[in-house]
């Protein structure tokens, strides 16, 4: 795939922030106020893979962020190399380049993440989980999965954005980001492509359901026009689907985005428990000191009672659309 301006900012600051935050409260107890003393940090953190990625115009970062699956002449998704080291065997660094590595990304990751809870370091933990919390939400986007990327091969340009950041932007602040207690993964592997192979599954009806509606929809009022009337573009010289035609895709979506963000939340903690326990549960609450953990407390409780209720709080994410 080619590198798309559009695929810049990968779930929106938005769904990112709100992944890893939210996972931070589906942990187990022994993990929970560990990383709550860090929240602030994993929550920034959660977009940076994809800063990296354009503002440091980092090479080995892009296929990290995505898989093509659908690849004229590829093969099926189950046929595809399980791990990074037969992903190597099969294919050679230009091929991964442009195929993407997403799901081998994220076994490495959790390799990586537990080395660090085994060695107890502290700064790694954090960065090492916060970075994992990126990608694991990148490949609960379906199109991250997708050949089809930014709905280019079907004439549907600006949808990738449209889908991971104006609809968050939109409406996810009625979302419900309370999701069940972590569970451990028997099979990392395993579970690195249950997550992509259901991301993948929802390519073909999130395309369908847009261009149907695009059918219906007066064609005038699909884009956002400027004071003249004229179709405007935004500051990555793209379209931007308009407020109406957002409302009424978010809503033929039947819920599908608040799905994915609230699968990703679950993604996150459960991965971030399974490495915890993969490295023998160690004991965190030795890593910071008692009083920042009594202090952050308060805090903690406010925030918990509002996320049962659906609400996430304590943090503000830069309006993008
Ligand atoms: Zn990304």
Redesign the pocket.
């Known amino acids: 795939m080619t590198t798309s301006v559009s695929l810049l900012f990968?779930w929106g600051m938005y769904g990112h922030q709100h992944i890893n935050h939210a996972a931070v409260f589906a942990l187990p107890v022994e993990m929970r106020f560990f990383f709550y003393n860090h929240i602030d940090f994993i929550t920034e953190e959660a977009t940076i893979?994809?800063l990296r990625?354009y503002t440091l115009n980092d090479r080995a970062e892009n296929p990290r962020?995505f898989i093509d699956i659908g690849e004229p002449g590829t093969i099926p998704i189950d046929s595809m190399p399980r791990t990074m080291k037969e992903a190597k065997a099969k294919y050679d660094d230009k091929e991964l380049q442009k195929l993407g590595i997403l799901p081998w990304y994220i076994q490495e990751m959790m390799d990586k993440l537990t080395k660090a809870f085994k060695q107890k370091r502290k700064t790694e933990i954090l960065f090492i989980a916060a970075d994992l919390g990126?990608y694991l939400g990148?490949a609960n986007m379906p199109l991250h999965t997708s050949v089809n990327h930014d709905g280019q091969l079907t004439n549907q340009k600006g949808i990738h954005s449209f889908f991971e950041a104006q609809l968050p932007e939109y409406f996810g602040n009625s979302y419900n980001y309370k999701v069940n207690d972590a569970v451990y993964l028997p099979d990392v592997t395993a579970a690195s492509w249950d997550v992509v192979k259901h991301s993948n599954s929802l390519v073909d009806s999130m395309l369908l359901i847009e261009r149907n509606l695009k059918e219906t929809f007066p064609k005038e009022k699909i884009f956002k026009t400027d004071s003249k009337g004229d179709t405007a573009k935004n500051k990555f010289g793209l379209y931007v689907r308009s407020d109406e035609f957002a409302a009424a895709y978010h809503k033929a979506l039947n819920g599908m985005v608040e799905k994915q963000l609230r699968h990703a939340i679950q993604d996150v903690a459960n991965f971030w428990y399974t490495a915890w326990v993969n490295a023998g549960k160690p004991d965190l609450s030795d890593l910071d000191p008692e009083e920042l953990t009594k202090a952050n407390r308060k805090r903690y409780e406010k925030e918990m009672k509002l996320l049962k209720k659906g609400e996430l709080m304590g943090f503000k994410v830069e309006n993008e659309y």
């Open positions: 990968a893979p994809d990625k962020h990126h990148d």
